[in-house]
């Protein structure tokens, strides 16, 4: 089927099978490899992205209940390159990638629950984002979310 | 202050096994290294306990280095970019003696095309170690190549000449290296200069960001999976899940009227699908009817029977004083099980072959080009010469990509279309066909003297091979894998009379490297067992170690270290909470690696609160990237020791995804301190070490809160069959 839909706030049409998960779309046609695959069973969620507005796991999101919607990947989380998204920011501030593989998914992860968390502990941090790193890049994940939290609310005073 | 000298290496005990073994065999752990090669030339090395040359074969500056035209400098490294932060400590090495900005040098991947060639993998903790001098003098070289340049173009002696940030002057003279670089058309290659002292480092031992951060924060870095190329199709491959296991019958009718399919072919042990998708090429595969001959009914159990101490042959690899066992007097004997366990990378194996005509093309997450090459060569109709490979970005390495992986299928299926395939494991495939790390049985007896010291140490332990997979003629000629899975099992303490002493197990499954190598397993026998002693002398366990660390050089840095760890970890500080403090260490390749642990039980639950790890690795070239190390290291520590564990039924792995093997995540993550020791001593590895004295360190530290010693890993599964053998 054709499947329209707004990718990092692009507009494209492809011509795929309805069922294709949401992942090989956004991988294979749009050409958009940020975003990983890593189970294929929507635990680890290096495949997440938001779709209209919404964070999902896009191995097990069927590319048509995408059509007519907007979906951000990790090259679409800044909206302006030379201004990253806080979340990058603060990843690249404390130096959050090793392999790197998993860290798309943990921003999109991240970015979301930020969205929610405005005032995040450390257990708020440990009990919502369930993504898996095997670089063991967790103690920096925590430090950098919890940064970004404070970049926000520093923001919102100024 | 002392000055870096290369220090003499502690070998196996050689008088005790070279006679009957000879040298082929201890290649076996040189060959997953080097390929095959080049084993002959680094088995002296493989003696002197994992110490390899850096398996790079060429160093002139010319094939590292690239000068650009905006006067940056392009370094290909010869080893791969997998997390461990190699190219930003390469990227520091090279600046410090090219005098330009750390920002102007971009690394990139060498490849069998362009760069460096080397016949060894990246691996073993050894990039820094065994490059860190070459680095630093192909980078001096090419500084003084661009003086000499210089010097021919302005007329003076290359004497006069200055360098700093990419910059030559000389009097009024002044010309970027992109400048001499242009006007240069005939190069002259200058001796390699004496390289500067440690006392001038201006880029060593500071901290640096990543060179691989920004592009992995934007999603822009390319992974092995991540190769797209013009007319490229997708494969996937069915492989057998059972061991060793063949296509009996199999109906491709289906698969092949599946939607996007354009070939099926058929191997002797998969049958692989080419289509336009990734989606279409892995539907196809789900419909193919299959029916297997394997030998069934393997499980668990038959494993864990044929790995025990006692099966098979043994090989002595450490005896001192006289260890026979006093049975008169009174001894402790402890015994361990580790069970086997998965990489679990986060990126599937994937490979992208391109082959046209007599050539074909490799785009790989591979740890080991030149093995892939040579695999390759054995088993297709190319010739060695004729295979390329071009590393990527790989997305979690800890021993899994050192193998040949699915590279012959995708060259395969490549040459059955005639078009680049990608072919990418599904993560069920990457549980039951990748390499399993072995299981492990040990058995301690111990003997204390009057003065409350040990005595006499017996280490007896059995293996599955962790290097053999590559050269089968090794197991039945020596016995046992004693290079790998064998590192780590002799005392290293002193103590007047010791043995250690391996028996290999055969396990009809791919076995392999593990991050740690046999480190992992014989630490958390041999440090839980020093705990046992120390509590069976009535000792601290941290004075009891130190009181065990005698004047060998290894011995007193493990002392020192011990002794830091134990003050700034606080090991005395008094207890507010009910918590367990367990500390252990351990000798890995001229690394020593310890760590203090806070344990909490909460609900019959294991929660590692605190993990204080102290290193000291020589040189530091990067501290934030050491930090990265010992964290990471440590996450993955706390995963296998509390919860890893592969299982096998009816002769398959029976995990099939990250829902049936629960690996660490946020929730698991304690505090975390890293104590970097200063030393001026060259660099020894750091990527491996931190991991093996975590799981003996929260056995321990359950002990100390519990009383309940648990001797086989994963401790949380341990501990709830303690509680279920003590509620009957």
Request: charged residues 20%.
């Amino acid at each position: 089927m054709k499947i329209a839909l707004k990718i990092n706030a692009e507009a494209s049409t492809f011509e795929a099978d309805p069922d294709m998960p949401l992942l090989w779309l956004i991988r294979d046609e749009a050409k958009l490899k940020g975003t990983k695959f890593g189970c294929g069973k929507g635990i680890c969620g290096a495949c997440s992205v938001h779709v209209n507005g919404e964070l999902v796991r896009s191995c097990l999101y069927p590319a048509h209940m995408a059509h007519g919607k907007e979906v951000t990947t990790i090259e679409g989380l800044s909206k302006d390159q030379n201004r990253l998204h806080v979340v990058q920011q603060a990843w690249l501030e404390v130096q959050v990638p090793q392999c790197g593989y998993c860290q798309p998914g943990f921003m999109m992860a991240a970015a979301d629950f930020l969205e929610k968390n405005k005032n995040p502990t450390e257990d708020d941090i440990k009990n919502s984002i369930s993504n898996i790193c095997r670089c063991g890049t967790y103690p920096r994940i925590i430090k950098a979310i919890l940064l970004a939290a404070q970049t926000i609310k520093h923001e919102n005073i100024n | 202050m002392k000055t870096s000298t290369e220090k003499p290496k502690k070998g196996f005990s050689r008088r005790k096994f070279l006679a009957r073994s000879g040298a082929t065999i201890l290649g076996s752990v040189a060959l997953l290294y080097f390929g095959r090669s080049r084993v002959r030339g680094a088995l002296s090395n493989v003696a002197a306990d994992m110490k390899f040359d850096s398996g790079v074969t060429d160093f002139d500056p010319t094939v590292w280095f690239e000068v650009n035209a905006d006067n940056s400098i392009t370094l290909k490294s010869p080893k791969v970019e997998m997390g461990q932060g190699i190219f930003t400590g390469f990227a520091i090495l090279a600046a410090e003696e090219l005098d330009v900005d750390f920002d102007a040098i971009k690394v990139v991947h060498a490849s069998t095309l362009s760069g460096p060639q080397t016949t060894a993998s990246t691996g073993m903790s050894n990039s820094t170690a065994s490059l860190y001098t070459s680095i630093r003098e192909v980078a001096a070289t090419l500084r003084e190549t661009l003086k000499l340049a210089a010097s021919k173009l302005w007329g003076g002696p290359i004497t006069t000449l200055q360098t700093a940030h990419g910059v030559v002057t000389s009097g009024s003279h002044r010309a970027t290296y992109a400048e001499i670089a242009r006007q240069t058309k005939k190069w002259e290659l200058a001796k390699t200069p004496a390289l500067r002292p440690a006392s001038a480092f201006k880029m060593i031992g500071k901290e640096h960001k990543r060179v691989d951060a920004r592009e992995k924060v934007l999603g822009k870095a390319v992974y092995g999976i991540d190769t797209d190329i013009p007319g490229m199709l997708y494969g996937a491959v069915l492989y057998c899940p059972y061991f060793g296991g063949a296509v009996k019958t199999a109906d491709t009718t289906h698969a092949a009227d599946s939607p996007g399919v354009l070939k099926i072919v058929q191997d002797k042990q998969w049958i692989g699908v080419v289509a336009k998708t990734r989606y279409a090429a892995e539907k196809a595969v789900s419909e193919i009817e299959v029916s297997w001959a394997f030998e069934p009914n393997y499980s668990t159990k038959d494993a864990i029977k044929a790995i025990t101490v006692g099966n098979g042959t043994p090989v002595v690899m450490q005896d001192e004083g006289d260890a026979t066992i006093d049975t008169k007097s009174e001894r402790v004997i402890g015994e361990y099980r580790t069970p086997l366990g998965y990489h679990a990378s986060m990126e599937p194996s994937v490979m992208i072959a391109d082959v046209s005509g007599e050539t074909v093309t490799l785009y790989a997450s591979t740890q080991n080009s030149a093995f892939m090459r040579e695999t390759i060569a054995a088993e297709t109709d190319f010739k060695e010469e004729n295979i390329q490979i071009i590393p990527r970005f790989i997305g979690g390495g800890f021993g899994r990509r050192g193998y040949k992986h699915n590279g012959i299928e995708a060259v395969k299926l490549s040459k059955a279309v005639g078009k680049p395939v990608h072919l990418l494991y599904s993560r069920q495939q990457e549980f039951q066909n990748g390499h399993v790390r072995p299981n492990t049985h040990h058995i301690l007896h111990g003997q204390l003297d009057t003065n409350g010291k040990i005595s006499v140490l017996q280490h007896e332990f059995a293996t599955g091979s962790m290097a053999f997979l590559a050269v089968p003629i090794a197991k039945p000629i020596i016995g046992a894998d004693f290079p790998a899975a064998g590192h780590g099992a002799r005392i290293p303490y002193s103590i007047p009379n010791k043995t250690a002493k391996i028996w290999g197990g055969d396990l009809p499954f791919q076995t392999g490297l593990w991050r740690g190598v046999g480190m992992f397993a014989n630490t958390f026998a041999i440090e839980s067992f020093m705990d046992e002693m120390a509590d069976k002398a009535g000792a601290d366990p941290l004075t009891f170690r130190i009181a065990h660390c005698g004047n060998t050089e290894l011995l007193q840095r493990r002392k020192k270290l011990l002794l830091k760890l134990g003050e700034k970890g606080g090991w005395n500080t008094p207890k507010t909470d009910p918590i367990g403090r367990g500390i252990a260490a351990c000798e890995d390749r001229g690394t020593i690696s310890a760590a203090l642990v806070e344990v909490q039980i909460i609900d019959k639950k294991i929660r590692v609160t605190r993990v204080v790890q102290a290193i000291d690795a020589g040189i530091i070239v990067n501290p934030n990237g050491v930090r990265q190390q010992v964290e990471g290291a440590t996450i993955m520590a706390v995963s296998a020791a509390l919860f890893e564990e592969a299982t096998i039924e009816n002769s398959q792995c029976m995990q099939t995804n990250f829902v049936d093997y629960q690996v660490a995540t946020l929730r698991d993550t304690p505090q975390i301190e890293v104590i970097i020791q200063e030393s001026l001593e060259l660099p020894s590895g750091v990527g491996e070490p931190p991991i093996s004295p975590v799981a003996p360190a929260i056995a321990n530290a359950i002990y100390q809160l519990s009383g309940i010693r648990l001797r086989s890993l994963p401790l949380q599964a341990a501990l709830d069959t303690h509680y279920r053998n003590s509620d009957q």
